[in-house]
């Protein structure tokens, strides 16, 4: 737990609303996928005695295939693919935050930073994913597209956050260029570009963000936050 944090000559200050965009950048995405193929896996233990659904949906995924799910339910000649994806989305979602996501949000509230979400996705599943994060005490705005008339990238959606936000500056951290920084830089945001390791980092080279980064390891937050931890 951090306690009595101190900004010194912060580029981003408490004047700022900091906004995480969800999916693959406070957590791995790939941890959702694979808590809901276990789900299927146990469910197709026990309804049909099927073994080893898991390691072929996990192999299937990790092939690129662009329906796992579908693959599944065709080797094992079943018609119950919507009812499997079902039980993935309603499966409370085994997941945890990307490390140095929660000394970050500590630091944040306990230094007045406005702090929310804008994520794309249906309501129940990013409120589940919110849950199994715990991190619902730290968030003053959480906007899900599937609570609202807009989406990622409509510009309607940011609108919609600075109407609900008491600050009049915002910072918005995402992994996707299309979705989260380019629409975020539109509306005149700061932005920070946060891939999931430094060689996606390179693939989106050419991204336009303020900052750069592939961890939110304190070293790779200091020079936006001057971030001083007191332990």
Not at 81 to 110: C, H, N, Q, T, W
């Amino acid at each position: 737990m951090i306690q009595k944090s101190t900004i010194k000559n912060s580029l981003i200050t408490p004047e700022y609303s900091v906004v995480f965009d969800l999916d693959d950048t406070i957590y791995y995405e790939q941890d959702y996928v694979f808590s809901g193929f276990q789900a299927i896996s146990e469910y197709l233990k026990i309804h049909f005695g099927y073994d080893q659904v898991y390691q072929k949906l996990h192999r299937f995924f990790l092939a690129g295939l662009p329906d796992p799910i579908e693959k599944i339910c065709e080797e094992l000649n079943l018609t119950i693919k919507e009812k499997l994806v079902d039980i993935m989305r309603k499966s409370p979602p085994k997941i945890a935050l990307r490390p140095g996501v929660m000394p970050l949000l500590e630091y944040l509230k306990e230094n007045n930073f406005e702090i929310g979400i804008i994520t794309n996705g249906r309501s129940s599943t990013q409120r589940m994913k919110i849950e199994a994060l715990k991190i619902q005490k730290f968030l003053d705005i959480c906007i899900i597209s599937g609570e609202t008339t807009s989406y990622k990238p409509n510009h309607e959606i940011f609108m919609q956050y600075q109407l609900q936000s008491m600050k009049s500056s915002y910072l918005f951290i995402g992994n996707n260029p299309h979705v989260d920084i380019n629409p975020a830089r539109a509306m005149g945001w700061k932005t920070i570009h946060c891939t999931s390791n430094n060689l996606m980092l390179k693939k989106y080279d050419l991204v336009d963000a303020d900052w750069y980064i592939s961890n939110f390891r304190k070293d790779s937050v200091n020079n936006i936050f001057r971030i001083d931890y007191d332990k």
